[in-house]
């Protein structure tokens, strides 16, 4: 057999691992169309407010960790504190910060250590103290000061001292919409016939709009083409995919930006892993393991409404480290839980989702990549000729371009989040241009990121923020 | 050389390149075109939408402006309903469309109106023939539709239409069946407690809020007789029955509480406990000690909350082997109850191995 028959036999199982790919895309996105048209239509007779003055509205706890926020905390603090709930607490955890977060917290809302008790129900490193404000009006604010331990020991501390029967996971600097606790708790309420252990939400990119006192006052498309390839990127991934696995309840990743989760739950499935930087989605997996391994009917669900604004990287070497970071926390993921892979007793988890993570999250990097070097090889081989290697990329990239003009439509047929001429234009230039220099660079930084997971790299890497309408402040993040 | 004309260069392309594409490659060309055309129709569609929007919007907005206006001027007692009818009238000779925009406006109105406001809108929307559009809407195959005209139904008081209301109550969406109930109660109308099917309906917490909530608006002799449900079979009806005494203080219900404590459902016997906790009757005691006797995790913790509440001092014998409970938390809500029932800080250490437990319930910064 020659290498023109191993070089067809090659190409057809690349080109069907594209089809199925495409195919999936498309499903996914018709699915997800649907869902958010009933969803804004059901949404636009529902009167949140109800909930602020209901008794029966159950108890939320917010948990913020912060490490070395010390510039931003305070107005952070009061951005999370004037959110719209009958019944919340704030939850600030100080992960050990070498700079002055604690103590402008302190200074800020005239806190005072207690004698709080604190449950360890989740591993988590030591607690130095609880602290409470005296003042009435913020009494529902409570900060926690413990030894450094990273995001998810943070996050696991303030599961042993939150009072909620349900905690929003949130990343402090977040910028979140005033109702988003209103809504994300209605999915938990409204089921009768399984147990909702979480929700996600939405997030949207935030760079160049417009901030005031925590609240989003403007919407813009950033100016930066890095981050505006992001919003794209967002709007395809929030717009066009999870609403679909969520209606399939598939959904393995609820993102460490905004998600609300049962406790007891969590408690019981163990709590944050302190083995992973992907610890967002492998609790997520742990919770729907435990779940399926007692055989207890359960929902992850998601909320398709924008309702958590975050800054995304604007240079090139934030980016790499981010998306490096993702693809290392996605690998663990899939190790600790690979005892799912097409396992019918984990059922949609591990016939769908886990499977399609696998191929199509965690190889689809590797297999584009080596698509493209064998159908360059084979071109200088003269095995396919120039029309086939140009038709080849002609399709995957006007299919890029359809999916993200398909993501744009559905935002413009639902919420409509941007709205001038100027931000659409922005939109589509970028929606063209973007598969020539974003996805190329994303690709590379997932690849590396393997690599980086084969050389045993940890940690999260050091992460630079402008800042959300606010003075530029570097965080290296825990 | 001559031009080739626009058909031959197409016949030229066919019998050249096309024909010399591989299947594959013809596939590809396939997928290029199919996305590329999917991509300019959206494109396109995107940009109609935006356009259509604004036009649509500078349309809509002065249309609204101008109803509101009419009706201001009704309102401050300068127009009559004639006249205001025969203006409206005019806005939907010129506009059919205008319909929706009307009755938009008077069912933001009428929720600014008290109850004699109502039937002067209600005239209004008869006069313009407005009401035979919410019947079509009601009679729509979508749901939202459905949903939004029980709505006005419901708020403009309009009677002629329960029929229709009642016809609707077996809907398994619940936006459209919670909009329905409140119209009914809206309207006086309590049959459908016998028509809905609720002993195998379900009832969500969220209908039990929204559903609780505008009840609460109602005087008590509108409401319906939700004592009842507290026999339901069905457990969600059961709970919204527990919580609805609770709401309305209704301590004739306390016995029957008693008893729902022994319901398989959890959630029920912590709504009961809740229920306890609030209407604060002695009656309560003796079902709250029966029940600690089997209560464990979560409902112990409560019920020992609420007999800490109850401010009996015979209890503080019972609840003492509570705080050498096997469950710290356990133990906790046993010392805060008896810190409730008046024991000293002495006292309470006394029966506590853990001083922390102590420091934690008498930490005044701690409320």
Known sequence: MNLSFWADILSYIFLLYTLLLMLIYIVSALASYRVIRKHVAEASFVDFRQILTSPLSPKISIIAPAYNEALNIVDNAKSLLALEYPNFEVVIVNDGSKDETLQRLIDAYKLEKTSFLVQQ????????????????AVSHLTVVDKRNGGKSDALNAGINVCAGQLFACIDVDCVLERDALLRMIKPFLEETDQKVIATGGVIRLANDCVISDGRLIEINVPRNLIARAQVLEYMRAFLLSRVAW??????????????????????????????TVGEDMELVMRMRRMMEERKQSYAVRYIPDPLCWTEGPTSWD?????????????????????KVFFN?????????????WFLYEWLAPIIESLGLIFSIILWILGIINGSSFWLLLATVYSYAVCLSCLAIWVDQKTYLQYRSRRDLGRLLVIALIEPFFYHPFTVYSSIQGNIDYLRGKKGWGSMTRQGLSKPATPTPSS | MMRMSQTEWIVDLENTWLDSLSPFQLLLLTLVVISTLTAVFLVAHVIGLMLIRNRRKWWADAL????????????????????????????????????????????????????????????LLTGLDLHQ??????KSRHWYQQTYATQIIGQLQMEEALPLLKHKLKTKNSTLRLELITAMVALGDQSWLQEIDYNSAHLSDWEQIVLLERFRRLNTEQLPPFESWLTSAHAGWVLFGVRLCRHFNRFDQVLKLGNLLQHPDKKVQMAVLDAFDYLGSPEAIPFLIRYMHQATGDR????????????????????????AHTDPIVQLSALSALKELGLTKIELGQLSSNPNYIDHLFDPKLR
């Open chain 2, 133 to 138: 559009l919410c019947y079509k809407l009601l």
């Open chain 1, 344 to 356: 019918p007793d984990y059922r949609v988890m591990g016939m769908i989702s886990y499977p399609f």
């Open chain 1, 318 to 338: 934030i980016l790499g480290r981010q998306r490096n970071r993702w693809t290392r926390g996605l690998m663990d993921c899939l190790k600790f839980h690979r």
């Open chain 1, 246 to 275: 969520a209606n399939i309840n598939g959904l393995l990743l609820i993102s460490g930006a905004l998600g609300l989760f049962d406790k007891q739950t969590v408690v019981e499935a163990g709590g944050y892993s302190h083995k």
């Open chain 2, 300 to 323: 112990l913790r409560t019920a020992i909350r609420v007999l800490g509440n109850q401010g009996d001092p015979d209890l503080v014998r019972l609840l003492g082997p509570y705080t």
């Open chain 2, 64 to 123: 609204q402006a101008r109803i509101e206006d009419g009706i201001a001027i009704w309102l401050a007692g300068d127009y009559s309903i004639r006249e205001l009818t025969s203006a409206f009238q005019e806005e939907l000779k010129k506009d059919p469309g205008a319909g929706k925009i009307i009755l938009n406006v008077i069912f933001a109105t009428s929720k600014l109106l008290r109850q004699e406001g109502q039937s002067a809108l209600r005239q």
């Open chain 1, 121 to 136: 129900q989740v591993e988590c490193k030591e607690i130095i103290g609880v602290y409470k404000a005296q003042d009435e």
